[in-house]
């Protein structure tokens, strides 16, 4: 129902800034739950953010709580992850997925749709 491509990834130094974009195809898109995940070599696929479809509701890992913020714009189809005051281990594949409302957030099995990733490199 809406294919996803992420965009904005990059390498930066620890401390600073980078802002990724998922834009979606469908006109539908305003109906989705959007989640953002990342997934470093070797490891597990993790939860990193969520936001409702109406943008009213956003959901945080731990370990990004206070220094990443999601939000969407639905008449640009386009949600972003403003990640703030980067740290190494904030390096990974991020990836975006959207399905319909479900009260499950942070399983990347409750998902239905997935963008292809962008490399995030935080450098000590």
């Known amino acids: 129902q809406v294919q996803l491509v992420e965009s904005g990834g990059g390498l930066v130094q620890a401390g600073g800034s980078l802002r990724l974009s998922c834009a979606a195809s469908?006109?539908?898109?305003?109906?989705?739950?959007v989640a953002w995940f990342r997934q470093a070599p070797g490891k597990e696929r993790n939860f990193v953010a969520r936001i409702s479809q109406n943008g009213g509701r956003a959901n945080y890992a731990d370990s990004v709580q206070g220094r990443f913020t999601i939000s969407r714009d639905n008449a640009k189809n386009t949600v972003y992850l403003q990640m703030n005051s980067l740290k190494p281990e904030d390096t990974a594949v991020y990836y975006c997925a959207a399905d319909r409302w479900s009260p499950v957030i942070t399983d990347p099995a409750r998902y239905a749709y997935w963008g292809q990733g962008t490399q995030v490199t935080v450098s000590s």
């Open positions: 469908g006109r539908t898109f305003s109906i989705y739950d």
